[in-house]
């Protein structure tokens, strides 16, 4: 939590670059809502790589099989738990919302776009925490999870918007684009909350939480 907050207000008060927020032009949050992500992708990917990998390195997998839950209960508490640390990342960050606009002309935020926004980073955040927990559940080993993790949120949060950016594919190119995790998050960035966007999303959390219920299914058999 400590090191999302440190590297967010470095880029965003320190280093002068394509996020400093001194530079921009406008007071919004905007440069912090496109910062975060890829800073994120690698703290729930480190935060979420111990889930299972460990489990299964140190032979508890087997204790925690005994309790009186199933497996699908089992991922949906090491989802939630990476998820909700997720959540709580965001808390110091409300401190940008008061030094933006408190150094703003009108000082009065646009709370549409600001709350949208914040809430495409929390099903972002959802939609990480579910590949984290999948790469944990291949693996016993940290160091692999955390690689196959990172490779997976990298490729769904940016890798087919880049692919469908390339224009190789005709009308495909949007079709690519928008199996994009950014594709979506971006627009409720812009403060256009779509259903459509939400449940692609919440289709990524549910399709790496059962795909990490087939991969342990499969693994203790």
């Known amino acids: 939590m400590g090191l999302f907050f440190l590297l967010t207000a470095l880029f965003l008060w320190f280093i002068e670059g394509n996020y400093y927020m001194p530079s921009y032009r406008f007071a919004d949050l905007t440069p912090f809502f496109n910062l975060a992500p890829w800073i994120l992708i690698f703290v729930i990917v480190a935060v979420g ?3 299972f990998s460990e489990e299964f390195k140190s032979g508890t997998i087997e204790t925690l099989l005994t309790k009186p839950v199933g497996i699908p209960q089992i991922v949906g508490g090491k989802l939630l738990s990476v ?3 997720g959540k709580w990342m965001l808390v110091p960050t ?8 408190a150094l703003s002309m009108d000082g009065n935020p646009d709370w549409k776009n600001l709350l949208s926004a914040y ?29 196959v993790g990172l490779f997976l949120s990298f490729l769904f949060y940016y890798g087919f918007e ?3 950016s390339f224009n190789l594919l005709g ?6 684009q ?8 971006q627009n409720m960035v812009k403060g256009l909350l779509k259903l459509s966007d939400v449940v692609y999303l919440l289709s990524i959390i ?5 795909l990490s219920i087939y991969i342990l299914h499969k693994r203790i058999r």
Not at 119 to 141: D, E, P, Q, R, T
């Open 178 to 185: 928008k199996l994009s995790l950014n594709f979506h998050y």
């Open 119 to 147: 809430f495409g980073l929390v099903l972002l955040i959802g939609a990480l925490a579910s590949i984290s927990i999948f790469s944990s559940a291949l693996f016993s080993n940290q160091v692999n999870s955390f690689l």
């Open 83 to 85: 998820w909700t640390i």
């Open 206 to 210: 549910a399709l790496f939480y059962t």
């Open 171 to 176: 009308n495909l190119d949007l079709w690519i």
């Open 94 to 101: 409300f401190i940008y919302v008061y030094a933006v606009y």
């Open 162 to 164: 880049g692919l469908g």
């Open 49 to 51: 790589m111990k889930s």
